[in-house]
């Protein structure tokens, strides 16, 4: 997307025009990986990722077990480790999207990973 806009004027002096140029990644992928995926409880998991790179964004990782954590950059790469405390089948799953302003954020999924926990 490429914007033209009209140049400043200072007393009798024209400045030109201002050419910005912006990008954005739209669909974006991002690996989510987690070690270990299976275990006796408890059991603690690394998770490993990367944002989808818009720093206007909004990026969530879901535990599956009703944890969740917002505090993941969009831009750049992170690792979070987790411990599940009971047996089960656990989907972890990684989602972003644009930040909303005043409204809620639309999330999609980009990442996903299956813990099995004995």
Not at 15 to 43: C, E, H, K, R, Y
Not at 78 to 90: C, D, E, L
Request: proline share 6%; charged share 15%; hydrophobic share 45%.
């Amino acid at each position: 997307m490429t914007w033209r806009l009209p140049a400043f004027a200072i007393s009798a002096i024209t400045l030109g025009v201002i050419d910005m140029t912006a990008t954005t990644q739209m669909n974006a992928t991002s690996a989510l990986a987690a070690s270990p995926i299976s275990g006796a409880a408890p059991l603690e998991v690394t998770f490993t990722g990367m944002g989808p790179g818009m720093p206007e964004g909004v990026v969530v990782l879901d535990f599956g077990d009703g944890r969740t954590d917002d505090t993941i950059s969009p831009i750049r790469g992170f690792q979070r480790t987790h411990v599940y405390r009971a047996a089960g089948s656990y989907t972890a799953v990684l989602k972003s999207g644009a930040y909303g302003g005043q409204r809620p954020a639309v999330l999609g999924e980009i990442g996903r990973v299956t813990i099995i926990v004995d």
